[in-house]
């Protein structure tokens, strides 16, 4: 299983070197209408803080991959466990 975060803002540098360091792949600048689909089919939530971690349902899936397709780059998610 992959570690991630989305988020919808840029991330900062020291932030996104602590994400890093625990091994946690950080994609920012996601738009919201895609964060929804992809708590839905990875089975996670969508949260503001970190506050309180332990309360937070975790997406999941086997593998995420950047993919090029033409001169689009996209991410690909394989082996989910969670369908909608």
Same mark, same amino acid.
């Given at each position: 299983?992959?570690?991630?975060?989305f988020?919808?803002?840029?991330?900062y540098d020291?932030?996104?070197q602590?994400?890093a360091?625990? /091994?946690?792949?950080?994609i920012?600048?996601a738009d919201f209408e895609?964060v929804?689909?992809?708590?839905q089919?990875? /089975? /996670?939530?969508?949260?503001?803080t970190?506050?309180?971690?332990?309360?937070v349902r975790l997406?999941?899936?086997?593998?995420i991959?950047e993919?090029?397709? /033409?001169e689009d780059?996209?991410?690909? !998610?394989?082996?989910l466990?969670? !369908?909608?």
């Amino acid at each position: 299983m992959e570690d991630f975060v989305f988020a919808r803002q840029l991330i900062y540098d020291y932030p996104e070197q602590l994400f890093a360091e625990k /091994g946690v792949m950080a994609i920012e600048h996601a738009d919201f209408e895609g964060v929804e689909r992809l708590a839905q089919v990875l /089975g /996670g939530d969508i949260v503001s803080t970190f506050d309180t971690p332990d309360k937070v349902r975790l997406g999941k899936c086997a593998l995420i991959e950047e993919v090029i397709i /033409g001169e689009d780059k996209l991410i690909k !998610f394989s082996g989910l466990v969670f !369908f909608c």
